[in-house]
């Protein structure tokens, strides 16, 4: 384990988060900060009042302020307002970027050398605000949005050809939004390539239904976002990240010049490990991929050209 992990927001994602980041010991000390008066100390509380039960010694505390979290090895952004029916992420955008801004000022004087994982909306664009405000270098700042995606992708699959989910191998990229690209000709069934499985039609509206994954739940919901399948994603993200795993993961990463882009957050396959993001993979793509990836990356252009820094 690693000495602390910060959670900032302490709704449904955060709270979420620091429960399975505890449970899995992944850190000695889990901080959740938030503003609202009470409710990190509360949910915190409760938390490590169930650590007796579920048999975990990793410490939760809930606080106010940043001084708990000082030295964080690894911090988890999720503040802000979520989704209701009929928003777009891209709705949330100056209104998560101001607390995003704010938070990231924060983090950058009491953990000027943690890893940061962004899971507030919209996420390319919110992992695009803490690089800037924190300087922090692309090894350490990787937006959650991938494993999300993946994971709605390959739950679908699963499903539908009625196979264990950890058999389903495959890879989700680009901005998370309705433009996010599923890797159909990266997508396995214990290594059988999904298309000699089920047929187009089917898999047309998998690939659909995973695109518009996020606002299935909203609409559920009514009165918030997904939070289960989020959280669980960051928390992979962070398992890489503390136990030096070396995972193949789709996050989103500042681009260099990869795929041929450069100067953005987008999803493509990258290495976790201790230092963060470890290598930025390069897959051949098929001609429609790399056109639906181009056309991703400027659906998450625009509103990065909106952000008021
Ligand atoms: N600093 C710390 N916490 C903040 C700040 C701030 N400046 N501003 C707001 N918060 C807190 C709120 O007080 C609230 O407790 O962020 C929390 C957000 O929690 P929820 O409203 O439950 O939202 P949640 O479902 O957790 O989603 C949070 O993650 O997945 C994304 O789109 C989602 O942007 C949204 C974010």
Redesign the pocket.
């Known amino acids: 384990m690693v000495n602390k992990i910060t959670v ?9 988060t620091a429960q399975r980041l505890a449970e899995k010991e992944l850190a000695r000390t889990v901080v959740m ?4 008066d009470g ?2 100390q509360g949910k915190g509380l409760d938390q490590w009042e169930s650590a007796p039960i579920e048999g975990f010694d990793s410490r939760i505390v809930g606080t106010n302020g940043y001084e708990e979290t000082a030295g964080s090895d690894i911090v988890v952004i ?6 209701k029916p009929g928003m777009s ?1 891209d709705d ?1 955008l100056n209104t ?1 970027a ?2 995003v801004k ?2 990231s000022e924060q983090i950058k004087k009491t953990s000027p050398n943690a890893i940061l994982i962004i ?5 390319d664009v ?1 992992s695009y605000v803490a690089k800037e405000v924190t300087g922090f270098p692309r090894e350490r700042v990787l937006g959650m949005a991938g494993v999300l995606d993946t994971a709605r992708y390959r739950s679908f699959l699963a499903e539908a050809l009625d196979v264990s989910v950890r058999d389903i191998q495959a890879m989700v990229l680009g901005g998370h939004g309705d433009t996010m690209v599923p890797l159909i000709s990266y997508t396995t069934v214990s290594g059988i390539p999904v298309t000699q499985l089920i047929d187009k039609a089917k898999l047309d509206a998998i690939v659909d239904r995973t695109r518009n994954g ?1 606002a299935e739940i909203v609409k559920f919901l009514k009165t ?4 289960y399948a ?1 959280s669980s994603a960051a928390v992979q993200m962070c398992e890489a990240i503390v136990l030096d795993q070396k995972r193949i993961l789709p996050c989103a990463a500042w681009l260099e010049g990869e795929y041929g882009m450069k100067d953005l957050f987008l999803g493509v396959p990258c290495k976790l490990g201790r230092n963060g993001l470890e290598q930025i993979l390069e897959v051949t793509l098929t001609d429609a991929e790399t056109a639906e990836l181009a056309k991703s990356a400027e659906a998450v252009r625009e509103p990065m050209r909106a952000v008021k820094l």
Request: net charge positive; hydrophobic share 45%.
């Open positions: 900032v927001g302490a709704g449904n994602v955060g709270a979420t900060v938030d503003v609202a409710i990190p999720t503040a802000g307002i979520a989704r992420r949330l998560n101001g607390i704010q938070v899971v507030s909306n919209p996420l919110m996020g918030g976002s997904a939070y989020p």
